[in-house]
């Protein structure tokens, strides 16, 4: 039998759905990030760089993107005849076809695959955050303490703790409450959603709780090991990391690459962020073109101007349009004259000439607040915008959309425009 000491499950199956339009063709792990990499390639390098060489990445919603990324995991050296990475969707077994319904369940259905290395150590991640962690630090604390289970956990202000699992520590970091998304949280310190399991004590788990509906970490198998005895403790990390689940914490996340002094660096030798690279040549920049505090793509024309922003690879930026504390995903074709403020724009767009994005009022979105906020605008992937047309704040373009749609030759702050289905 192969034997490894630790496997990691990587849970990728998210739909993201507070990203809105971004989300609506492609799983939160494979939306793209910092000009070159996928959300998913910050918690996959830093497998690689804390020596974890078996992947089993789980996937569900919109998996396509995901997995032609992932490939056989060559960009990680994940591509190995023992352990490596493996895709891991849900399939049909001779009794049912189910589909992954909670974090748990997930990795219960995928007992088999973790069977199959006897590991002695689970590591349980997300596919979400952004964030540098040396997951054998947090092994060597886990072997320490003789835990159990071992919570990666960070102190984040008060009023932000109730959306997190808050944890209750007392001597030498032994959790003996946990809270998932408290009202009133006690505590600052929350759970990252990254776990250490000793393989005995997860596989006990998922098994008697195999029947619970949506089985989940934080709601479920936690609890259940605590009332259980189970030894559990909170591995305190104080790095940079981020849940991108938000437009407002995505545009942060990449504003906050092109800092003086960055607080996530990318460019560290000794930890080394690997993403699936495509074959494009250099960047380009006009002899009239101004690019100031930005990271630029490969393969990228820039003919106007470009401020404070994040751009990907193979985007045409043509003379006369100005680029403010945005983010351009990679194929973008912004036509000349335009000008784009505080915007998020997906893969495969097209701006037509003399468009204004970011003008107006920042009144709230009247479709769905709760997403399409912080003054941004937001376009999904494959998206046309017509000439001569303005888009205010807190909206939502997307589909291949004629003037018609601009009442005026505007798309109000606060406005959503759809046009393949009702995907917003």
Known sequence: MIKKEMIAMLLAGGQGSRLGVLTSKVAKPAVAFGGKYRIIDFPLSNCINSGVDTVGVLTQYQPLRLNTHIGIGIPWDLDRNIGGVTVLPPYEKSTSSEWYTGTANAIYQNLDYMETYNPDYVLILSGDHIYKMDYEIMLDFHKASKADITIASMPVP???A???????????????????????????????????????????????????GNCDFGKHIIPYCHENGK?????EFNGY?????????????????INIIPEFNLYEEFWKIYTKSDIIPPQYIGENAVVDRSIIGEGTEIYGEV???????GVTIKKGSIIRDSIIMKDVTIEEGTIVDKSIIAENVTIGQHVELGVGEDTPNKKN????????VTI????????????????????DTVAQDYPNGILESGETLIKVGDLG
């Open 307 to 313: 401020h404070n922003s994040v751009i990907g690879s």
């Open 162 to 212: 109730s959306r997190f699992g808050v944890v209750i520590t007392g001597d030498n970091n032994e959790i003996l409450e946990f809270e998932e998304k408290p009202e009133k949280p006690r505590n600052n310190l929350v759970s990252m959603g990254i776990y250490i399991f000793s393989w005995k004590v997860l596989r006990e788990a998922l098994i008697a709780l195999q029947d619970q």
């Open 380 to 399: 999904g992937e494959h998206t046309t915008i017509p000439p001569n047309v303005k888009i205010g704040k807190n909206t939502a373009v997307q589909g």
């Open 369 to 376: 607040p709760g997403v399409y906020s912080f003054d941004l």
């Open 158 to 160: 008060i009023e932000e």
């Open 241 to 257: 990391w981020k849940d991108v689940g938000t437009l407002g914490s995505y545009w942060e996340a990449n504003m906050e690459l």
């Open 231 to 235: 030894r559990i403790f909170a591995y």
